[in-house]
């Protein structure tokens, strides 16, 4: 059993991750090369501890017994008895590097190394020590305590009992361990990638405003956070820089393209709420968002014909429209009169005119992946006629829920980025980054997704999720960013669920 950890680099993440192996049980040694650091660092846990017992999670022995596991040390050779050591230094290879192979002369050949890096390779860290097979990525999460999940980083040539002994005391302090091998951003920023890259693709055409693509998204999957309040609260620099990196650790694969409009409002200094300013402005920490203005009511003077397959949602449109006092067509085609909605997957509006053989000026999308009774889309297309989308919007909007008008877009904001964020959980799936348990466990407790990849597939449907990529890619020119993982394929051909594993 590993009882005695040593903890180098006492900033936001040593110094939770300290507490937490203090708190479960474990000797904790904290080091830091600068020792106001490592005193605030203590300080700051005691504090953390103390609100804890004043709110009756801890007694005072319990908060005397952690504190008393938790002692600050002024060297390095103070740690050579340890079982475990944990680095949490800056993020720098060749500093990683150094240390472990300082630490190495001070502790015997079974002493596991353990890296909390985020994005460095374990394999390249571990290349430098006389003895690779003792070393494992260990990466939390902030802050540490809170947030249940730590991922278990096997390097090419980690010894396997080394994660089976980091398993066992992630899972005694009560942290979900997701074993994954050494690629790309791990697990969680890897699957991470597609929210924020597809949202940054909708801006970069122009598709929607960076408001209306998180308050669709909040609204429709109901994600916690919008990707561009996620990015500010990030900060651009460091996730823009997480594109860049993931992107090219996977030979520009364009799956991972970052944004260059995201790259310019780096170099503007556009950071988020750290800089006072990013996709949001901030006052006194507050983001400040725009009002949404209310549907102007129009008259509703054209009658409405409907273009939708699925009978549940038809009955729910029409439940919608015919609320709003709107005469709906029944016909299998429009009268030269009708205004026309149309319900494509993964098909921009104009596509969906041109094989539906519909009147342009009249013809607008509505997004079926959404929560009707929250907030609802409408499409507009360069063809339409303004007067139009103003029925349309009253039509849709007669009764306070908001809608959203975007431009013409493969797939809205929402089916693109569940497309994506679905295609990539399978993706990692299938290249063995993780089982279908662990990625759908993992995801939601580090990203606070409602669902995993996989459940989101399961939820909006694996063949539609098909459709919707395969019409993307075809609205695109056949771009490989869109293509579908082999593994949502193979699963909706045979009819299987996303989270089937395999061999
Ligand atoms: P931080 O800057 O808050 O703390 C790093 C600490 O390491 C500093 O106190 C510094 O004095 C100390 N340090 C630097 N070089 C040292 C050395 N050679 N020996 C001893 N102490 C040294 O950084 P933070 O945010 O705690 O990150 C630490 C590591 O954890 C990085 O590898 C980072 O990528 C990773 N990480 C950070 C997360 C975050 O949200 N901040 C999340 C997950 C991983």
């Known amino acids: 059993m590993i009882s005695s950890i040593g903890v180098i680099g006492a900033g936001a993440m040593g110094r939770g991750i ?9 000797q904790v040694l904290l080091f830091d090369q600068n020792t106001e650091v490592l005193e605030q660092a203590l300080t700051f846990n005691r504090q953390l501890l103390e609100r804890s017992q004043a709110k009756g999670r801890l007694s005072e022995d319990e908060l005397q017994a952690v504190l008393s596991r938790m002692q600050p040390v002024s060297s390095l050779d103070e740690l050579a008895d340890c079982d475990l050591l944990i680095e949490a230094v800056v993020e720098r290879l060749e500093v990683k590097q150094a240390l472990f192979l300082e630490l190495e002369d001070k502790v015997p050949a079974d002493t596991i190394l353990a890296s909390n890096t985020s994005s460095l390779s374990v394999t390249r860290i571990a290349s430098a020590c006389r003895h690779p097979e003792r070393v494992a990525g260990f990466h939390f999460f902030n802050p540490v305590p809170l947030m249940k999940l730590v991922e278990v980083v096997r390097g090419e040539r980690t010894d396997p009992q080394v994660i089976v002994r980091l398993v066992e005391l992630a899972e005694q302090a009560g942290h979900f361990p997701a074993i994954t091998p050494d690629t790309p951003g791990f697990l969680v920023n890897h699957a991470g990638r597609a929210y924020a890259t597809e949202a940054q693709r909708l801006l970069v055409e122009g598709i929607a405003t960076p408001q209306q693509i998180d308050r669709i998204l909040r609204d429709g999957p109901g994600f916690p956070m919008g990707p561009f309040e996620l990015a500010d609260l990030t900060g651009l620099d460091i996730s823009h820089a997480v594109m ?20 310019q409002r780096v170099a503007a200094g556009l950071f988020g709420r750290k800089s006072g300013e990013g996709y949001y402005r901030y006052e006194q920490g507050k983001a400040l968002r725009e009002m949404e203005i209310a549907v102007p009511r129009v008259a509703l003077e054209r009658p409405f014909w409907l273009d939708c397959a699925d009978p549940a949602l038809r009955a729910r449109l029409r439940q919608l429209l015919q609320a709003a006092g709107v005469q709906l067509e029944e016909g299998h085609e429009p009268s030269v009169s009708a205004i026309c909605l149309v319900t494509p997957l993964g098909e921009d509006a104009s596509s969906c005119i041109q094989r539906l053989g519909l009147p342009a000026q009249s013809t607008l999308a509505v997004e079926t992946l959404c929560d ?6 409408l499409m507009r297309q360069p063809a339409l006629d303004p007067a139009v989308l103003a029925q349309a919007r009253w ?7 908001p809608v959203e008008v975007i431009n ?6 929402t089916q ?18 993780a089982d ?13 997704y409602p669902l995993g990849p996989l459940g989101f597939g399961e939820h909006y449907g694996a063949a539609r999720i098909l459709r919707i990529l395969q019409n993307m890619q075809g609205c695109y020119g056949n771009e490989p960013r869109y293509r579908p993982s082999p593994w949502l394929r193979r699963r909706v051909q045979l009819g299987l669920p996303l989270t089937t594993a395999e061999e």
């Open 408 to 413: 013409d877009s493969p797939g809205f904001v």
């Open 18 to 26: 300290a507490q937490l192996f203090a708190s479960a049980g474990r």
């Open 395 to 401: 039509a849709l909007g007669h009764d306070g829920v």
């Open 416 to 433: 693109r980025v569940i497309a994506s964020v679905v295609n990539l959980g399978c993706e990692i799936a299938q290249r063995r980054i």
């Open 372 to 377: 009707f009774d929250k907030r609802r889309v």
């Open 436 to 448: 279908p348990y662990t990625l759908e466990r993992a995801i939601p407790l580090a990203l606070g």
């Open 244 to 263: 860049e990196s993931i992107f090219e650790q996977h030979y520009q694969d364009p799956r991972y393209s970052p944004s260059n409009l995201a790259a």
